[in-house]
Structure formats: C-alpha cells, structure tokens
C-alpha cells in the first residue's frame, strides 16, 4: 500500500504560479508510477499529468495544461511535483496525487484504481 500526501494548495491570481507537491509513503520500494488529477466543481475527475517510473519517465499531459504545467519527481525522496505556471480560472479545482503499482501511467488511468491522496484545493481567479 502507498500513502500520499499532498501539500497545501492555494488561491492565487490568473497568469500567477503555484507548485504542488505529494509525498509517497509506505510501500514504495516497488515499481510504481504517479500522476496528477483534479475535480472541479460539478464535474468528474480527471487525469492532469502522470510520468511513468524509472529515472527517465515518459511525462503526459491533458491538452488544456499542455506548456503550463509541468510533472516532475524526486525519486530519492519519493516526492511528486506538479509546477503550475500561467494559471487560469479554469483551473481551479481540487488536485488529487495518485500513484499505482507498475511502470505505465497512462492519462486513460482508472479513476477506481491505485491510490490516493486526499486532495487540496487550488482556486484561480480572474
């Protein structure tokens, strides 16, 4: 099993920056890749940004934060980052950090599946 805890979010300011970050826990000495997911209001979950293990990952990213957004991980310290530059009021949601068992992250991953953190609340306004 993995723990994930995300860091505080924020309420900034279009065009601002923010960085996230989790932190993994437990079982971790295995194979497993992480991603980034976000919950606006009335509206279902969806993947951001995942990266596949291994020191050289394959990073993925939902178009709409495509050159703003970027996923990052410290492998050592088993920390996942998401820096969230150029902001927008359409951002504004509650991200979620994720990891699953095995190498592949797809953006298509199973919402049911893997493990989660327990969200923090990033507000964009205009």
């Known amino acids: 099993q993995i723990h994930l805890q995300e860091s505080r979010g924020g309420s900034v300011r279009a065009g601002e920056s923010l960085r996230l970050s989790c932190t993994a826990s437990?079982?971790?000495?295995?194979?497993?890749?992480m991603g980034w997911f976000r919950e606006a209001p009335g509206k279902g979950r969806e993947a951001v940004a995942t990266?596949?293990?291994?020191?050289?990952?394959?990073?993925r990213y939902v178009d709409s934060v495509k050159g703003r957004f970027t996923i990052s991980q410290d492998r050592p310290e088993s920390t996942l980052v998401l820096q969230m530059d150029d902001l927008k009021p359409e951002d504004t949601a509650t991200y979620y950090c994720?990891?699953?068992?095995?190498?592949?992250?797809?953006?298509?991953?199973?919402?049911?599946?893997?493990?989660w953190g327990r969200g923090t609340q990033v507000t964009v306004s205009s």
């Open positions: 437990g079982n971790t000495h295995m194979t497993y890749c």
């Open positions: 990266i596949d293990a291994g020191a050289d990952g394959i990073r």
């Open positions: 994720a990891a699953r068992y095995g190498g592949y992250c797809p953006l298509s991953w199973p919402i049911g599946r893997g493990y």
